[in-house]
């Protein structure tokens, strides 16, 4: 029992530090640096309080990138989820090549979110808008990324994309649990599809429904590859999420300690909002 302690903590104890000098330290760092009004250049800072705190509650690019960020999130969790789950039940079915589709719709989970941004950069801005003319329709022959009121939907596209492809995985994992034993029974009850669906399939998933909305939800709240690669928070602001605003802001505008408050903040909104996820929908777990 000793040795296997001792390898135990061989292998735990550097992960571990490596964990605090890493991801840790940094974090309590920007915590402290959250209390100054440091410009993330200079050596010499003042402490400030909350000072930063209240002016963020006041700040309208602030508002604006959490407006933008919460609309992007929903849509995408919501969009992810119902297609992702489509494309499952049709790769779980009795079909042909269903193992090579199976590793057609994971490839996207593959490829780099830079690379997948440039690309549908490239297609928004050149090939839609010439097939848009070539149709004759209007909608498709201007880019939509250099419409405010339209980018953030080309941003949701790309995101919803490449995002299908690890929720699907999940979803799989979840239909493949199910015993056909049961499917068998209500043929013989005469069940149609969508009672199939409803009293059998989604219940038996609903742990896996809860997780990729808790991932979906997290990852979206968090986009940021996307926007570097597609609008750069553009046009104008139409388009800054928040970790795009912290990332410019800290980084290029001189406001180190106010955006360390902001991902402070930020940081909170998020675990509250994923620990309201997982009880709110494990709860309906329970009643299904």
Do not use: C
Request: net charge positive; aromatic share 18%.
């Amino acid at each position: 029992m000793t040795k296997r302690l001792t390898a135990f903590y061989w292998m735990t104890v550097p992960a571990v530090i490596l964990f605090f000098i890493f991801m840790t330290l940094p974090a309590l760092q920007g915590i402290y640096y959250s209390f100054t009004n440091w410009n993330g250049f200079g050596k010499h800072y003042d402490f400030v309080g909350f000072k930063n705190y209240v002016n963020i509650f006041t700040d309208n690019n602030v508002g604006n990138a959490y407006w933008f960020t919460f609309k992007f999130a929903i849509v995408t969790t919501i969009l992810i989820n119902i297609l992702s789950l489509l494309i499952a039940l049709g790769l779980n079915a009795k079909i042909k090549f269903r193992n090579f589709f199976r590793g057609i719709y994971f490839l996207p989970n593959i490829l780099s979110v830079l690379i997948v941004g440039y690309i549908f950069n490239y297609l928004f801005s050149n090939v839609f808008t010439i097939w848009g003319k070539n149709l004759g329709i209007s909608a498709f022959s201007t880019n939509i990324l250099g419409n405010e009121n339209l980018a953030w939907i080309g941003i949701v596209i790309v995101a919803v994309w490449q995002g299908i492809a690890f929720n699907t995985i999940l979803y799989l994992a979840g239909l493949q649990t199910i015993p056909t034993s049961l499917y068998e029974a209500s043929n013989l009850d005469g069940a149609s599809r969508w009672q199939e669906f409803w009293k059998i399939t989604f219940p038996l998933i609903a742990p896996f429904f809860t997780i990729n909305m808790v991932l979906a939800m997290k990852n979206s709240l968090m986009v940021f590859d996307q926007i570097i690669a597609l609008t750069n928070g553009g046009p104008g602001r139409a388009t800054q999420s928040i970790s795009h605003l912290i990332y410019t802001g800290g980084f290029q505008g001189g406001e180190f300690a106010y955006q360390s408050a902001n991902s402070v903040i930020y940081f909170i909104v998020i675990a509250v909002i994923s620990v309201l996820q997982l009880k709110f929908l494990q709860g309906r777990e329970t009643d299904m």
